[in-house]
């Protein structure tokens, strides 16, 4: 158990609909990044917030939002869904502070598009 | 962050001692290197990381060429547990904001 929790663990939804994932990172951990991982591209990451603020940003998406609360919990929005949206998004946490190159992920959130 | 290569896939006999390797040339003097892995349907996990030096944990060893231009991922002795994806991958803590970027990675098999 890495301590990241993600909910909900599938979902399965139409084309054109809009989702939220949520993700609870390790006590204390102030960082969050989320990753999206389908079989075609592998993992690539997607954007990392620090306490609230977003810090870094890969390949993400204009139809993907996130944001980390004050409780350091964070939540990625995908809107207007299509099919090759489908995939796992892992969320990971890392150190308290500092970078050390050791991020703890979570179990992932299947979605499937349909 | 430097590019690393890794073999698509490689075997391994349960019980035996595995070498999974990276090549990573044009490594920089501050960039650390990591491995991971990912067990079937879950999320990547830490496995062991390095700067110049062998290092050793409860998981497996990391053996570092002295140049830093390729390094070795150790299972001593694999189980059908380790059956998973290998991922090498080089951060610089000065230059990186500590997201990782995933290569292919290495797939091992473990036959019983």
């Known amino acids: 158990d890495s301590g990241v929790t993600q909910t909900p663990k599938h979902l399965i939804t139409a084309t054109g609909q809009r989702v939220t994932l949520r993700c609870s990172p390790r006590?204390?951990?102030?960082?969050v990044y989320w990753y999206q991982q389908s079989l075609d591209q592998g993992l690539q990451f997607l954007i990392q917030y620090y306490n609230g603020e977003e810090r870094a940003k890969g390949n993400i998406l204009e139809r993907f939002s996130a944001q980390q609360f004050p409780d350091l919990h964070s939540e990625l929005n995908l809107s207007s869904l299509e099919l090759g949206d489908s995939a796992l998004y892992f969320c990971?946490?890392?150190?308290?502070?500092?970078?050390?190159?050791?991020?703890?992920f979570g179990e992932g959130s299947r979605l499937t598009v349909l | 962050d430097a590019k690393t290569t890794q073999p698509n896939s490689m075997e391994s006999n349960e019980e035996e001692p595995v070498h999974l390797p990276c090549n990573h040339s044009?490594?920089?003097?501050?960039?650390?290197i990591h491995w991971y892995r990912q067990l079937p349907s879950q999320g990547p996990e830490y496995v062991i990381h390095?700067?110049?030096s062998n290092v050793n944990n409860r998981m497996a060893s990391l053996a570092i060429a002295e140049d830093r231009k390729s390094s070795t991922l150790i299972l001593h002795r694999a189980t059908l547990r380790d059956a998973a994806v290998y991922y090498c991958?080089?951060?610089?803590?000065?230059?990186?904001?500590?997201?990782?970027?995933f290569g292919k990675g290495t797939k091992l098999s473990v036959k019983p």
């Open positions: 044009t490594i920089s003097g501050t960039d650390y």
């Open positions: 390095g700067l110049t």
């Open positions: 990971a946490s890392s150190a308290r502070t500092g970078i050390t190159g050791e991020l703890f």
């Open positions: 006590s204390g951990d102030l960082s």
């Open positions: 991958i080089l951060i610089d803590y000065g230059g990186s904001q500590g997201n990782l970027i």
